[in-house]
């Protein structure tokens, strides 16, 4: 099982109004995906939403990797997720981003797919009606591969257009092109991840023996497939949860215990209305569900909820991941409770002690996969009229 990191610009409270300390939160994510690639950490996935205040400021994640990849050897990074919506970005300007970040990162970037947040996000982009987003994920999904391997791409579809002949550039870096996944929500987006051939990103707001349901239904489906999406198959689900993991198991106890745990939550609850939602779920601006003693965070962590503790405990917990099938597990930062100094801790602390012990291979499982990539398409539809200029300047890399 292969672990990454989740950064969304979480900005808690009244400093989400403070300009310095906005800038200081998100300097701070930055600090933390760099540290993450010293420590055996394998990603490092930022989100992208518009107009969640709090929750996240985290609007424009292609900037954001760019730096850090500069910034880094080893560690990928991925978008978590692109809106494929036409009204929010037109799909040949995704194309174009995907393939440029592949170039910029060297083969690093995971692509992330998905249909928007929800109601209030989508509706900046005057999308009234979320359940238009499903067939228009549909559509381009299943255009973007042809435009990095044509060079004369065109379409007439029922959301978009490139009505005449285009090469779309930069095409993807090396071999392939960057794996795909799609953020999984709702149960049946589960399955059709996986007949499509690519990566599920999962949520994880219910016990981890709930989950291994929609786990089986991935891997039943994927296993099935014959023809996927992309060049190659992905075979890989991944899952968001949190962690506590300190040397000093008794302050990583008390964070999980402290007022103010829950509150993200809180917030998940009120702007992410498209996904399901469990009974007694506390909206933002209501009190966050905290945890009342020991026994029951006991309760918590046996449930899969959060891992929390020693590494050594983080590490046995982990590994009920690993039994229900997931193949990543990714923790969200900054986490409710945790100051600064901590969080650089857990993650040296996580990635020296307990990755080591439940990752053993030294390559993405990503990049295998995309080892085996074959094209699906011809070059040109067309093919075009041998013509090449008579003349070209000096430092032309072939002449």
């Not at 402290?258 to 939602?277: E, L, S, W």
Request: charged share 20%; glycine share 8%; proline share 7%.
């Amino acid at each position: 099982m292969e672990f990454g990191l989740f950064f969304n610009g979480y900005i808690p409270g009244p400093a989400a109004h403070d300009t310095e300390l906005e800038h200081l939160s998100l300097m701070r994510e930055l600090e933390y995906a760099t540290l993450a690639d010293q420590h055996n950490w394998k990603y490092a996935w930022f989100g992208e939403h518009h107009g969640l205040t709090e929750y996240s400021h985290m609007s424009a994640p292609e900037v954001v990797m760019g730096y850090v990849a500069r910034a880094t050897e080893r560690i990928h990074v991925g978008s978590a997720i692109m809106n494929l919506s036409p009204r929010v970005n037109h799909p040949v300007r995704n194309a174009e981003r995907v393939a440029m970040l592949d170039h910029i990162t060297g083969n690093r970037y995971e692509w992330g797919t998905g249909r928007g947040a929800g109601s209030h996000e989508i509706a900046s982009f005057n999308i009234l009606d979320s359940s238009s987003t499903k067939a228009e994920w549909e559509e381009v999904i299943h255009q973007i591969p042809r435009m990095w391997e044509q060079k004369d791409y065109s379409f007439e579809g029922d959301h978009f257009t490139v009505p005449t002949p285009h090469n779309i550039l930069p095409k993807p870096y090396r071999g392939g092109h960057p794996p795909i996944w799609v953020a999984c929500g709702n149960p049946p987006t589960f399955n059709r991840a996986g007949e499509l051939g690519i990566g599920a990103i999962a949520f994880n707001y219910e016990p981890i023996h709930a989950m291994k349901g929609r786990v089986d239904a991935y891997k039943e489906a994927v296993a099935a497939c014959t023809e996927p999406l992309g060049q190659y198959k992905h075979d890989n689900i991944m899952m968001t949860n949190a962690v506590i993991c300190l040397s000093d198991r008794k302050r990583a106890r008390e964070i999980a215990l402290g007022q103010g745990r829950g509150y993200q939550y809180t917030m998940v609850a009120m702007y992410h209305d498209t996904m399901p939602r469990k009974e007694g779920t506390q909206v933002w601006p209501k009190h966050p569900p905290a945890i009342p003693n020991e026994d029951v965070l006991d309760q918590v962590i046996e449930a899969g909820y959060m891992l929390c503790g020693s590494p050594e405990e983080v590490c046995e917990q982990a590994e009920k991941y690993q039994a229900v099938g997931c193949d990543q597990l990714a923790f969200g930062l900054p986490a409710d409770g945790m100051h600064h100094e901590e969080s650089l801790e857990m993650i040296e602390l996580f990635g020296d002690k307990v990755i080591p012990e439940l990752d053993t291979d030294p390559v993405h499982s990503t990049t295998r996969a995309r080892q085996q990539a074959q094209a699906h398409h011809p070059m040109f539809n067309t093919p075009p009229a041998d013509l090449v200029a008579d003349v070209l300047p000096e430092h032309a890399l072939i002449r």
